[in-house]
Nanobody, 120 residues
Framework: VQLQASGGGLVQAGGSRRLSCVAS????????MGWYRQAPGKERELVAL???????NYAESVKGRFTISRDNAKTMVALQMNNLHPEDTALYYC???????????????WGQGTRVTVSS
């Protein structure tokens, strides 16, 4: 499974940004997709997760500001980020828990990351 993330960039505090991630490959099933981030000097943390049934989970720090969604084909996940804060500055990674026709068990896959920088 290949995950291609896009949408990162520089934005002023209070602004908005939309990240997208497209999954491709010999996908059998995607159980969940999500976004993680890693700020300089910090550990990677979960930002938002959406499972196949549509349930979502958010980090406390982004609740009410970020929204995760998936397309009907469930191979694309987006993260709408509103009211961005300087502390949201990080490298954002897309992830998917998926099985493929070759590996018929759930495996975590990761994209290459897209950088979001929020200026104050």
């Amino acid at each position: 499974v290949q995950l291609q993330a896009s949408g990162g960039g520089l934005v002023q505090a209070g602004g908005s940004r939309r990240l997208s991630c497209v999954a491709s490959g010999s996908i059998l099933k995607i159980n969940s997709m999500g976004w993680y981030r890693q700020a300089p000097g910090k550990e990677r943390e979960l930002v938002a997760l959406i499972v196949s049934g549509g349930s979502t989970n958010y980090a406390e720090s982004v609740k009410g500001r970020f929204t995760i969604s998936r397309d009907n084909a469930k191979t694309m996940v987006a993260l709408q980020m509103n009211n961005l804060h300087p502390e949201d500055t990080a490298l954002y990674y897309c992830s998917a828990l998926a099985s493929t026709y070759n590996v018929r068990r759930m495996v975590d896959y990761w994209g290459q990351g897209t950088r979001v920088t929020v200026s104050s």
